[in-house]
């Protein structure tokens, strides 16, 4: 997926761990997001990020931050996993004007 | 707030039955509409970026129009490969960042 990999992309985690997911990017993009994929919602981002160090909340940030220490890595963190918190997440980037956003091929995540 | 609504939800064609498929919007600031397709258990795939009302973009048996309120894909004589979800979304920018909201997709099954 034009230099995008998710990593897991299976997990199944219990109730109450805190999870991470990483997103690794080889094209240098600026531009980076976590989306989320759940049947009856499509996609909703959780949290996007502009540069390094600089993040901001998406529409349903709530149980989960995000770091970017370096322009390729973004890393989605759920602090205490929720059964709610079961499913599909993708990674994202802009990848310019016309283009539009590539996304990762999703991880999977399932929450007992 | 950003609205994305498409129709219909799912959509079932015999092979060679040509079709729309519909992505209504509601936003401040469009910077694009953006179509994508999604095949089971893979990130959304980047099919057309559209700007402006009345911008027409074509890929083999797909074109997508827009206009100031809807955007159209139109599948013509399409065949079993064109079966996926179809995604719409829109780009909007808070400041210099840039977001993309999505509607829920419909879902296309072609039959032989």
């Known amino acids: 997926d034009a230099g995008i990999t998710q990593s897991p992309r299976h997990k199944v985690t219990e109730t109450g761990t805190p999870v991470t997911l990483r997103c690794h990017q080889t094209?240098?993009?600026?531009?980076m997001y976590w989306y989320r994929q759940d049947p009856g919602h499509g996609l909703r981002l959780i949290h996007y990020?502009?540069?390094?160090?600089?993040?901001d909340k998406g529409e349903v940030s709530d149980g989960y931050s995000v770091s970017r220490s370096k322009t390729e890595d973004f890393l989605l963190t759920l602090e205490s996993a929720t059964s709610s918190q079961t499913s599909v997440y993708f990674c994202?980037?802009?990848?310019?004007?016309?283009?539009?956003?590539?996304f990762g091929s999703g991880t999977r995540l399932t929450v007992v | 707030e950003d609205q994305v609504t498409q129709s219909p939800e799912a959509l079932r064609l015999q092979e060679g039955e040509s079709s729309s498929l519909n992505c209504s919007y509601t936003?401040?600031?469009?910077?694009?509409l953006f179509w994508y397709r999604q095949d089971p258990g893979k990130g959304p795939e980047f099919l057309f970026t559209?700007?402006?009302a009345g911008e027409e973009k074509e890929k083999e048996r797909l074109k997508a129009t827009l206009t100031k309120k809807e955007s159209f894909l139109h599948i013509t004589a399409p065949k079993p490969e064109d079966s996926a979800t179809y995604l719409c979304?829109?780009?909007?920018?808070?400041?210099?960042?840039?977001?993309?909201?999505f509607g829920k997709g419909t879902l296309l099954t072609v039959n032989p």
């Open positions: 990020s502009y540069g390094v160090k600089d993040t």
């Open positions: 979304a829109v780009q909007t920018s808070g400041g210099s960042n840039y977001k993309l909201t």
């Open positions: 559209l700007y402006s």
């Open positions: 936003v401040s600031g469009l910077r694009g």
């Open positions: 994202a980037t802009r990848t310019g004007t016309n283009y539009g956003y590539t």
């Open positions: 094209e240098n993009h600026r531009y």
